[in-house]
């Protein structure tokens, strides 16, 4: 390992962060009685101006209000550079931060974004006397956020988790799709022929660099990787296959913008029982192992080696977090 330690973020099951819009109150108590990790109401896209005010007390209201168990509570702000965001977190905070968790910033570009919000946030906490300390969650959707990435991801002791915004990060690189996530025909390559003459279109994923690149912040800075939102809520086998490609990469957890993508999102990001079982075969081999003096050995035809015990650390942790 570097000499460089890497702090981890407080432990949070994160599989499922469903979006509810603080606009619509009359969706919290089913939010509530969902099996979703966390809840982020929303200030930000899904409200309108003239209705930023009012979701503001509703959300006041419900973190106060409603039991919401041991879900993590999050509000998502508005951007930066708009006149809501300061009263978004003086008042949410001032009113109702003992109940908050987390607190998510859209289109963070920079660093500096994430010492400003730091800076209020820390205010409002002194003087409020509160005991816990909010965490942050950063979406990356954005060509600058994603320049910076690496940067916002070690900007304050508060980071706890990068979410890839895809929706707006293909608006902001001008990418050529209107969905929101998913694949896209026109991202694709066509094979050489074969003796027949015939091609095949290989379809590829075109958030695969951007992804990926969130991925290595997040955890070179000890976060958790948060895969977006996928919009066809209609398509839950277009959903797992967005959200496995994600775990596969390294993701925890992914968003649900519909109540019917949570069960899909805590299947997908919780460790399988195969793949628990295989997780503990490789510990056990390679217990085995160290107390025969050997650093490698074959388990099932394959090498593992002390590489191969922390891959199986990582699952069977998780899958202790879950049982938790
Ligand atoms: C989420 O905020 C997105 O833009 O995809
Ligand atoms: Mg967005």
Redesign the pocket.
């Known amino acids: 390992m570097s000499f460089h330690p890497i702090e981890q973020a407080p432990a949070r099951l994160n599989r499922s962060e469903l979006?509810v819009p603080g606009s619509q109150p009359q969706m919290f108590q089913k939010a509530a009685d969902s099996d979703v990790d966390v809840i982020f109401l929303d200030l930000?896209?899904a409200v309108a101006p003239d209705e930023k005010a009012q979701a503001r007390k509703n959300i006041i209201k419900a973190l106060n209000e409603i039991d919401w168990g041991k879900k993590s509570m999050s509000i998502?702000i508005n951007g930066l550079d708009t006149h809501y965001m300061y009263r978004d977190v003086v008042d949410v905070v001032e009113q109702a931060g003992e109940r908050l968790d987390l607190i998510m910033i859209?289109?963070v570009g920079t660093a500096a974004d994430v010492y400003a919000v730091d800076m209020m946030v820390t205010q409002i906490e002194d003087a409020k006397g509160y005991k816990k300390r909010i965490g942050f969650e950063h979406?990356i959707?954005t060509a600058l956020g994603m320049q910076n990435v690496s940067e916002i991801a070690a900007a304050s002791k508060r980071n706890e988790s990068l979410?890839?915004?895809?929706?707006?990060?293909?608006?902001s690189t001008r990418a050529r799709t209107t969905v929101?996530?998913g694949v896209n025909e026109n991202y694709a390559v066509l094979t050489d022929p074969d003796p027949e003459g015939n091609r095949q279109v290989h379809w590829g994923d075109m958030w695969h660099y951007a992804l990926s690149r969130m991925v290595v912040a997040a955890r070179a800075n000890g976060l958790r990787p948060i895969d977006?939102?996928f919009g066809d809520f209609s398509d839950p086998d277009g959903y797992k296959a967005a959200a496995y490609r994600a775990a596969v990469l390294g993701c925890e957890g992914k968003?649900a913008i519909h109540p019917s993508q949570i069960a899909l999102a805590n299947e997908v990001m919780s460790p399988s029982a195969e793949e628990i079982a295989r997780a503990e075969k490789i510990l056990a081999a390679m217990a085995e192992a160290e107390a025969a003096g050997k650093g490698a050995v074959s388990l099932d035809g394959r090498l593992i080696d002390y590489a191969s015990i922390r891959q199986a650390e990582v699952l069977v942790e998780k899958a202790r977090q879950i049982a938790a």
Do not use: L, N, Q, T
């Open positions: 979006a930000e896209d998502r859209p289109k979406i959707e979410h890839f915004g895809v929706a707006d990060y293909a608006a929101i996530g977006g939102p968003w």
